[in-house]
């Protein structure tokens, strides 16, 4: 679907009425708190919906409590097998390139920076995570699920965020909009989608058409459910690239909130590995997934060294997947490079954190991810 560019700049203007509403209620009643407090312990599906919240959250959550009419869930459950498969390649990019190419947008940073979340890293990588492994899912909106409680918070959460943000006087309206406008929501579904399918083949995964056209619808029925407009979502994966192409990129840059999110993103991953050896590692790895143009805005360390490294490591992934379908030892090798990283994730995201990362117990085998104890502050 063609775009023009007052379209696209009409949908900074634009925000979530339907979640708008709700904390607007919640905000002119004083119940902010009470319902946080409620909402944490609604995780999953099958949860009733709370009976002691105010009457505008519960119309909310039922609203919002099944998928849209147009979503067809056998093409759902069908990029379950691509992430069982490929889970922990999507984490791999998802941690070293989707997040570093949200923060090369300065507007999306600058709300990052408003809501004092540039030093909490963990957080936002074991939230962004959790999301994910909730949506990929073999049946993420039906039962045993529990992705349907995770987006309909995080479609309230966006809401808050637009509400707060919007009066602090360090917002500059006529300039940027609307906080979490809908071209933010649209552009960093993109980010997750088309550019996570982008990152894994940079770094020599495999991705056949049809598990990538998979992988962006159930992106795109996500977007409805995290209240983008139908309308404004590409149907195809090929109109969604060229979109990304437009919008995404057209709307990044250098910005010191991005500088210092990438920052302590990278801070974060070289804990991951021990002594000072391979700190040169994770900038490598990042710049091997984004354009070197973001690498450059958002001051991602060069290494020479490292580069040539992963470069070369990226190849051999290549010729790895190959021979992955009738090479035992082949994919033993692949598998293995994914579950170290995820596996150090899981351990660096619950070590004494409140946001915790879940991973079922499914996926757990298939990726081969020990259960890790939980350290709670």
């Known amino acids: 679907m063609p775009y023009t560019a007052e379209q696209l700049d009409a949908l900074r203007l634009e925000g979530d009425p339907l979640a708008d509403a709700v904390i607007a209620d919640l905000v002119a009643t004083g119940q902010v708190d009470e319902v946080n407090a409620v909402l944490a312990e609604f995780r999953g599906n099958d949860t009733p919906i709370p009976e002691n919240l105010p009457e505008s959250v519960r119309s909310y959550l039922t609203a919002t409590d099944d998928p849209p009419a147009w979503a067809d869930l056998d093409r ?8 069982a498969d490929d889970g922990v390649h999507v984490a791999s990019v998802l941690s070293f390139g989707a997040m570093v190419n949200c923060y090369a947008q300065p507007r999306p940073s600058r709300v990052l920076d408003l ?54 006087p360090e917002w500059d309206a006529e300039r940027d909009g609307v906080p979490v406008c809908q071209q933010d929501l649209l552009g960093a579904l993109l980010i ?14 495999s991705v056949t058409e049809q598990e990538a056209a998979d992988y962006y619808y159930v992106w795109r029925v996500t977007g409805a459910l995290l209240g983008i407009k139908t309308d404004a979502m590409p149907e195809t994966l090929a109109e969604a690239e060229h979109l990304n192409a437009t919008l995404v990129r057209a709307s990044y840059g250098p910005s010191p909130e991005g500088i210092k999110l990438t920052k302590g993103l990278l801070d974060l991953y070289r804990d991951l590995f021990p002594g000072k050896a391979f700190d040169a590692a994770v900038p490598a790895m990042v710049r091997q997934v984004v354009d070197p143009d973001v690498a450059d805005w958002l001051q991602v360390p060069k290494s020479r060294g490292w580069t040539r490294a992963v470069g070369a490591a990226s190849r051999v992934m ?40 879940s991973i079922p117990e499914d996926l757990r085998g298939h990726w081969n991810v020990p259960t890790c104890p939980v350290k709670h502050p």
């Open 76 to 83: 759902v459950a069908r990029a379950y097998e691509f992430f």
């Open 115 to 168: 809501t004092h979340r540039l030093n909490q890293p963990h957080r936002r990588l074991s939230e962004t995570s959790q999301f994910v492994v909730n949506l990929m899912a073999p049946n993420p909106f039906g039962s045993g699920g529990a992705f349907v409680p995770t987006i309909q918070k995080t479609r309230l959460i966006h809401a808050a965020v637009r509400h707060f943000v919007s009066q602090s």
């Open 192 to 205: 997750f989608s088309v550019q996570v399918l982008e990152g894994m083949r940079r770094i020599g995964i």
């Open 318 to 357: 290549r010729w790895l997947e190959r021979r992955e379908d009738d090479n035992r030892v082949a994919r033993a090798v692949l598998d293995k490079a994914g579950t170290l990283l995820l596996t150090g994730s899981v351990r660096t995201l619950t070590n004494g954190q409140s946001t915790t990362l």
